[in-house]
């Protein structure tokens, strides 16, 4: 009886007081996340992506023909199977748009009172940088995308903007965010994964992005506003450093050793221009690029089913887990402004000049000397008065070499040049594509703004030119 006692009083007792919904509050974790902690997971979700070359995720070292596929040569022939586009969709708004915004509304919600509040300006800008560089390469992929309604949890069917307009926002946005940085105040301190919270670096980060808008876009006055304050040396680089063990390796050692497969090969491609310029000076990338397990260097056919064993490896520079992973460059910068001047869009300096340092950039980078970089640039096949018949070939060529690795900006730049010439795919008979097309599940979820926007850029297919693909 006292024990039927006892057990009715408890019943009782939390039947009256008790809220029964605190049962399910983790009291051992954070519920809100910091800001700065979701603005770095977003900082190292963009990089991952861009440094992928799993081929569920990101083909666009292949699009570039620097690598192509050996067992398996669907995605070298522009197969976009395997829900492709929609990985990249959901990558980026998902883990990188969506985190950044949450970490805007945290930061805001959490102000230091005793800290100044330059602080919070600098961090917020911060995050908007990225949010422009991120929204930038999802135009760059698509065209016309969700940008106005993008991320809105009640509305699942947003419109898409179009491109164009998406990039004169952009644009504004960027010069709103470097104006309000000032380097005389913290940042996001060592929650900054790219620049361990130089602001002064981030205002360097955001005129190179702006000069590429303004390239792209054709803006002179853009242009000249940015290019006096980008990158000055290797040391600016927007670089994520990767760790030797997971989860903060660099992708590709996940897919190229850690995953115990031989899917890629170098691609003719590379090998075959490389030896071209290559007169009587070998280019010092070269042996970083590739491995030396084929001497001679041979490329694989691009986009034949090719042999692991009888083409050229990828270098193991590459292969390594800590192989830092870059998304913009001193050397980018500085071809950029060499396009800039061919286009009349920049009067300061010569395109030989900003092509002479890109060049020494980036064989800097890859661990040669400015000597070896002086010796390659006098060959004729390289210095730029004789290099090539135009501009956009000359610069096309080497700008592709100083951005290997990186899939979506040589292919994005290739797209601007239309050089370097680069091949059919052998198993298909297509060339590069020219963006990727939606992914399924919009035309499934969202059909009526799918349809809209497709018309809008001239068909839903991989040969539908962008708006600034001329």
Known sequence: MKKLIFILTLVVTFSCSSDLTNMNVDTKNAVVAPGETLFSNAQKNFVDFMQSTNVNVNNFKMFAQYWTETTYTDEANYDQGRAIPRNQWNRLYRDVLKDLKEASTNIAADVDPLADPQITVNKQAMIEIMNVYTYKVLVDTFGDVPYTEALDINNVNPVYDDAATIYADLLSRLNTAIANLDPSFDGMGNADLYYNGSVANWIKFGNALKLQFGVMMGDAATVSAAAADTFTSNADNATLEYLPSTPNTNPL????????????????????????????????????????????????????????????????????????????????????????????????????????????????????????????????????????????????????????????????????????????????GLPVPLRLTYPVVEQTLNGTNYTAASANIGGDSLDTPLFWDN
């Open 253 to 428: 050692w996940v897919d190229l050793v850690q995953s115990g497969r031989s899917d890629f090969v170098v691609a003719n491609t590379l090998v075959d221009k490389m030896a071209a310029i290559e007169v009587t000076v070998q280019d010092p990338r070269q042996a970083v690029f590739m491995d030396d397990n084929i001497v001679p260097y041979t490329g694989g056919p691009y986009g034949d089913n090719n042999s692991y064993n009888s083409y050229t490896h990828i270098g193991p520079t590459l292969e390594d887990p800590t192989f830092a992973g870059t998304i913009f460059s001193f050397a980018e910068t500085e071809f950029l402004k060499a396009e800039a001047v061919e286009m009349g869009l920049l009067t300061s300096g010569t395109a030989e000049t900003y092509y002479n340092n890109g060049v020494t950039a980036s064989i800097e980078e890859w661990g040669g000397t400015a000597a070896e970089a002086a010796d390659y640039l006098l060959q004729p096949t390289v210095a730029y008065s004789t290099a090539a018949p135009s501009w956009q070939e000359t610069i096309g060529n080497q700008v592709w070499l100083a951005l290997y690795g990186r899939g979506f900006a040589a292919w994005t730049q290739w797209r601007f040049l239309n050089y370097p010439t680069l091949n059919v795919a052998v198993g298909s």
